[in-house]
């Protein structure tokens, strides 16, 4: 078995801001974050997949496939976007760990459209936000 991990990158931004606490919770909670005007990202996320090596091909993973799956449900979806102003927020905060939830289950749901048959299988995302905060999204960590 072989896992394929190709990176992407997007840029956007949010507010941290929850309509169930206080302004002043809010600002305790998300610090900076919270600022009315947003702040932005450059998103960087890899996707892995998991598959045999096809005889034939010498691959896994047709590359050029996931590419497209990736450009029609995450790139273009999200890149130069406010996140507070997409459906997929609409009663969520865009944090880095709901992004990834939404990006995972995305790929999830198409995956069948682009990959035919039992493999590849997508195996997880990471999502950086910084250089410092990195999150990673997977079946296998419990509830997407």
């Known amino acids: 078995m072989i896992r394929v991990t190709r990176r992407y990158r997007f840029s956007a931004s949010h507010r941290l801001h929850s309509s169930a606490l206080s302004d002043a919770e809010n600002r305790e909670l998300y610090g900076k ?33 996931l590419d497209r799956l990736v450009e029609d449900q995450v790139t273009q ?23 990834g939830r939404e990006i995972f289950q995305r790929l999830k749901t198409n995956w069948p459209g682009f990959f035919a048959g039992e493999w590849p299988r997508l195996e997880k995302i990471r999502i950086a936000e910084t250089n410092r905060n990195i999150f990673e999204v997977s079946e296998t960590h419990g509830e997407v």
């Open 77 to 99: 979806a999200f890149n130069n976007k406010n996140l507070n102003e997409e459906p997929a927020f609409e009663h969520v905060v865009p944090t880095t760990e709901n992004l």
């Open 33 to 65: 974050c919270d600022n009315p005007y947003g702040h932005g990202h450059n998103y960087e996320i890899e996707v892995s997949a998991r598959a045999r090596v096809e005889q034939r091909s010498g691959r896994a993973v047709d590359i050029r496939v």
